[in-house]
Structure formats: structure tokens, C-alpha cells
């Protein structure tokens, strides 16, 4: 297992040491938890347009846009 070291201001430090009592964990398997559960598996991670949409279906829904319809693009112009 490999560590690393990470420098927590004291405001981070107590909420985790307060997570880690209520949980019954050591302070350290917390955060390797928490780790993991943010890491998640490649199987349940989802690319950044679907997570936007689940967000905005579970707020609602989108927006209904009466959007113009297209027309044929213009030819550029000539200055020859």
C-alpha cells in the first residue's frame, strides 16, 4: 500500500477526527474511505454531460428553448 501526505488546516483536521469518532474508524481509514468513495470504481464513473444531466433532471428539468429555425449558412464576402 502506497502513502502520501497531506497538510490539512485545522478546520479539515476536526471534521475529520469528528467523522472518524462517529464512524468508529482510526482517523486515517476515514480518510482512506472517503478516498475511495470519491475514486469510486471505473465501472461507476460517468462522463461530465451525463452527471450534468442527472443534475438538472432531479432539479426540474431543463429549460424549453424556442430556438429560430436554421437556414442554409451565407457565403462568406469578397472583397475582390
Same mark, same amino acid.
Given at each position: ?11 479539515? &483536521? ?11 474508524? /482510526? $482517523? &486515517?481509514? &476515514? ?9 469510486? /470504481? &471505473? /465501472? ?11 443534475? $438538472? %433532471? ?18 462568406? $464576402?469578397?472583397? %475582390?
Amino acid at each position: 500500500m502506497r502513502s502520501i501526505t497531506i497538510n490539512l488546516d485545522e478546520a479539515t &483536521e476536526r471534521w475529520l477526527r469528528t467523522r472518524a469518532a462517529e464512524s468508529g474508524w /482510526s $482517523v &486515517e481509514e &476515514e480518510a482512506r474511505r472517503i478516498l475511495r468513495d470519491a475514486v469510486g /470504481s &471505473e /465501472s461507476s464513473r460517468r462522463n461530465l454531460a451525463a452527471e450534468i444531466r442527472s443534475r $438538472v %433532471d432531479a432539479a426540474g428539468g431543463g429549460a424549453d428553448l424556442n430556438l429560430p429555425k436554421r437556414t442554409p449558412m451565407r457565403d462568406p $464576402v469578397r472583397f %475582390d
